[in-house]
């Protein structure tokens, strides 16, 4: 698979004499499922927020070596809470018109479905797709912490992103909806042909989810391990209870208990 | 049942009062130069009911346009203040200045500046003075308050400078907003009022000027209907922004769950 992303002794730092990250190099192919882990404040966040092109990194490039555009589930659902969940996941597609839709170039003052007539409908599917045909109209306020990650991922899809970032997003989640929604997850990354980068402090949810587990260094510097997860393409729960996923998450956890 | 539930004990109260104040003056024998009887300012209401109301209407005119003002001007120099940081700089000094010198000191230079013939136009700036500063301050509160990921999201997606100020900024800083214009809508009440004071007689015709005529004759059931009047309108213009709040907010706001 050829590169998507490419970063080079990229380096990030608020004031010069306390460095966050790097310096740190790194190719992202196109198509893989990478986990991202590292001690609590390693700045795995800001790592995803330089690759979208959210903070200018204060050294070092990064290229991108096919057209990318990104889709984001933050930390938390994030989402307008005075749209229903239909209009939040149709938001990218508002903000970004001209671009994404180009038969609805104009106006209409009629709200979102009448100036976007396809918006609604790419909402409505990808809702759909998420389990949520029936929140559709809800505001956010009525749907639990759950189904709004689930908006929350409906509304990075519904852009038609080629890299997935994600923010340690199901970590304030009980587990049983964490492991659906890991599940979903890795089925429409997989589905949809996606670049994903997903930042986790959960050992167990990155080997679930990813392909390559990078681990960083609790202080500024190189990345520590960069492994690849053998196990299968399609995953559920009995990935879980393998020998071959307790084996390997074992041996990320030695390595994450040495780098402190 | 609810309904009644809650208009009752306050309406029982209010009667109770009305009650016990009417005794009082037969008890105590007190002129009605000094406390007149709830009945007699219901007859001095009902005798002057005319005058009483055309003054209403000033007053309220007044009182209306400076809230417009006030929002207009509140959430436009908010948006300005918080896209442009130096301007913030160096406005904000001088809009405290406004904010903290007693209007009623500067009322009459304005009076004189508007002129004598334009003394409706004077009144509904005095007015506009007292009631900007809250629904300034709220709305630049409510305006930088967003949540920085939903910044990033916008960002992430090359939203225009005008779709994050309508799209993310201004519906997350209308709850401030609202409570902003709520506390304005009865400074503007007040300074009209108080603008209606400093303007004096033969140039003004508000409830205010009503309050200070009604005096002077020691009509003071008079007077007190005029009070009466002003505390109705202070209560309309509440309830209409709280109603109004309502409407706007009940679907999405965390406070009407």
């Known amino acids: 698979m050829s590169t998507l992303i490419g970063l080079e002794e990229v380096r990030y730092s608020y004031t010069p004499d306390r460095p966050v990250i790097g310096p740190l190099s790194l190719q992202i192919k196109q198509g893989d499922i990478t986990a991202v882990l590292g001690p609590s404040g390693c700045g795995k966040s ?15 490039t990064i290229r991108y070596e096919q057209p990318v555009q990104f889709g984001f589930v933050f930390q938390h659902p994030t989402l307008l809470d005075w749209r229903s969940a239909r209009d939040n996941v149709a938001l990218p597609l508002l903000l970004n018109r001209r671009k994404n839709n180009p038969s609805a170039q104009k106006e209409t003052g009629q709200g979102l479905s009448a100036a976007a007539p396809n918006a609604g409908q790419i909402a409505d599917a990808w809702l759909d797709r998420m389990g949520l045909r029936d929140s559709a109209d809800q ?33 304030a989640l009980d587990e049983l909806t964490r492991f659906d929604l890991n599940r979903m997850v890795r089925s429409v990354v997989r589905q949809e042909h996606l670049t994903a980068l997903f930042v986790t402090h959960s050992v167990q949810e990155s080997v679930f989810l990813a392909d390559r587990v990078l681990i960083l260094p609790k202080h500024a510097g190189p990345i520590i391990a960069d492994l ?19 084996e390997q998450t074992q041996a990320i956890s030695a390595i994450l208990r040495e780098a402190g | 049942m609810r309904v009644i539930g809650s208009y009752l004990p306050p309406l029982m109260m209010g009667l109770i009062l009305l009650g016990l104040w009417e005794a009082a003056i037969l008890v105590y024998n007190i002129p009605p130069y000094v406390l007149p009887a709830p009945h007699l300012i219901a007859e001095a209401f009902w005798l002057h009911r005319t005058e009483l109301l055309a003054a209403s209407l000033v007053t309220l005119t007044i009182t209306f346009w400076a809230f417009i003002w006030a929002l207009l001007t509140g959430i436009g120099f908010a948006i300005v203040f918080t896209r442009a940081r130096f301007i913030e700089r160096a406005l904000y000094p001088y809009v405290v200045t406004l904010q903290v010198t007693p209007v009623i000191a500067i009322a009459p230079l304005i009076i004189i500046w508007v002129g004598f013939d334009q003394v409706q136009r004077a009144l509904v700036i005095i007015a506009w003075i007292v009631a900007f500063f809250p629904v300034l301050t709220n709305s630049v509160a409510g305006l930088r308050a967003v949540d920085p990921d939903l910044h990033d999201l916008f960002t992430l997606y090359r939203a225009r400078s005008w779709q994050r100020l309508v799209y993310l900024e201004l519906p997350a800083a209308l709850p401030q907003i609202l409570t902003g214009a709520k506390i304005s809508a009865s400074l503007a009440l007040i300074g009209a009022v108080v603008a209606e004071f400093v303007a004096g007689s033969g140039n003004s015709t508000g409830l205010a000027w009503r309050i200070i005529e009604s005096g002077n004759r020691l009509d003071i059931a008079a007077m007190f209907a005029s009070l009466v009047l002003l505390s109705v309108i202070g209560i309309g213009l509440f309830y209409t922004l709280t109603l109004l709040e309502w409407l706007l907010l009940r679907r999405w706001h965390p406070s009407y769950r």
């Open chain 1, 139 to 171: 505001h956010p306020r009525a749907l639990s912490g759950g189904m709004q990650m689930r908006v929350s991922i409906a509304r990075a899809m519904a852009a038609q992103p080629n890299c997935l970032l994600f923010d340690e997003p199901f970590a």
């Open chain 1, 46 to 60: 800001t790592l995803l927020r330089l690759i979208a092109a959210l903070r200018p990194p204060s050294g070092g």
């Open chain 1, 228 to 246: 690849t997860i053998s196990g299968p393409a399609q995953r559920n729960d009995e990935w879980r209870a393998d020998p071959l996923f307790l």
